[in-house]
């Protein structure tokens, strides 16, 4: 129930973002789907005891896979399902925290609070690189094989 | 294709007007490149350079023609625009147009409204501030309050963005509202949780598709484009914690 939920309210999440950034309408659903998958993965890993960082990783180099799929299947730019992708993976809830913290003069809670946002967000941009790089090296070996 | 290229001041028009649709609609800095030197080839200038970044596209081709730049000073999200232009770049190498017609197509895009309507904007907005709610392990009895903040914050992001010019501005105004409105619910009752709602109605304004580019600019080497993103994006944020932040001082 806990999962179905999660699941549910991420697709429409991320759905609703695909409105936001104006994707286009046939691949709205599209957009919800990559961001179910990528909430769904980071969730279930979070359930089991993982880390948020390398959670966040993981999670980020699956949207990217699907993304990169998706986007040479209905040839369509990559950025449009993997944005709304990674929107829900964004550290927006530690980042409020931190910046509460330093409101509130505890600067040393607030300074741990900002590392974890921003290792967090350097573990999506690794995610979406290290696709970004395997992708290219697949280009790469059907190229060689090709000639 | 026909059998003669279009003269080289109509490629290089082409070009710069699919570059400067693409950057205003939010494509990534090596696409609109990629894009430009595609287009540029498939109507016969094999060899032509270009430096693109946030804010202007410098664009030249090998001979004697002069370089062009042209200014880019309005950016928005426009996903659709950057699909349609996409294809035309695409229907451009497959010879299925040439020059003169694509020039048309690419002006017809420029001057055409994709976007949703504001209503359903602020709709999904809403609905999409609800969702995080939820997502971020709130209650579901906040879930009302989280939409009509998430809602009311979008409305006044769009409305002071048309009088106000400066975008950080408008962010710092509407993620005060949401903090108000967040705040309000909870002083009556109305909600349970100060800080999950507030995190749930923030998401829509987070600049997420900044975030993103930068880092992928960032390793494609595009260094300056990557790095003045990130700037951005991290403008854009300090103004959303500015007025989140200054709900908790009163």
């Known amino acids: ?147 | 294709m026909g059998n003669e290229f279009p003269p080289t001041i109509e490629v290089i028009e082409i070009c710069l007007l699919a570059g400067k649709i693409m950057l205003q609609g939010g494509a990534e800095t090596y696409r609109v490149e990629d894009t430009m030197t595609r287009i540029a080839a498939s109507l016969g200038i094999p060899h032509s350079h270009s430096y693109v970044t946030p804010t202007g596209i410098i664009f030249s081709t090998d001979g004697t023609e002069p370089a062009k730049l042209i200014r880019i000073s309005e950016r928005s999200t426009d996903l659709y625009k950057v699909t349609l232009v996409n294809g035309v770049s695409r229907r451009i190498s497959s010879g299925e147009l040439d020059g003169k017609e694509a020039l048309e197509r690419l002006k017809e895009i420029e001057s055409a409204d994709y976007t949703f309507p504001v209503y359903q904007q602020i709709l999904a907005a809403s609905i999409a501030s609800g969702c995080f709610l939820i997502m971020f392990l709130g209650s579901w009895t906040d879930f009302i309050p989280a939409m009509i903040a998430g809602g009311l914050g979008f409305v006044s992001f769009i409305h002071v963005h048309r009088v106000v010019q400066i975008k950080f501005f408008s962010e710092f105004i509407a993620s005060l509202l949401i903090g108000l409105i967040a705040y309000f619910f909870v002083y009556t009752g109305a909600g349970t949780e100060l800080d999950k709602i507030i995190i749930g109605s923030v998401m829509p304004l987070v600049p997420g598709l900044l975030i993103t580019n930068a880092v992928r600019d960032l390793m494609a080497g595009h260094l300056v484009s990557g790095l003045s993103k990130g700037a951005e994006a991290f403008l854009t944020a300090f103004a959303i914690g500015a007025g989140i932040a200054l709900v908790f001082t009163f």
């Open chain 1, 1 to 147: 129930m806990f999962m179905l939920t999660h699941m549910i309210t991420s697709f429409i999440a991320s759905a609703g973002f695909g409105v936001l950034f104006n994707a286009p309408k046939k691949s709205l659903l599209k957009c919800g789907f990559v961001g179910m998958v990528g909430w769904f993965v980071y969730i279930w890993l979070v359930n089991w005891q993982y880390d948020a960082v390398i959670s966040s990783l993981i999670a980020a180099f699956t949207i990217a896979v699907i993304s990169q799929i998706f986007a040479k299947m209905y040839k369509t730019p990559i950025i449009i399902f993997s944005v709304a992708g990674i929107i829900p993976l964004v550290p927006g809830g530690i980042a409020y925290d931190a910046m509460r913290n330093f409101v509130e003069n505890d600067y040393n809670t607030a300074i741990q609070l900002a590392a974890k946002a921003f290792m967090i967000s350097g573990a999506i941009a690794v995610g979406l690189v290290i696709s970004e790089v395997i992708n290219q090296m697949i280009r790469k070996v059907q190229f060689k094989s090709r000639i």
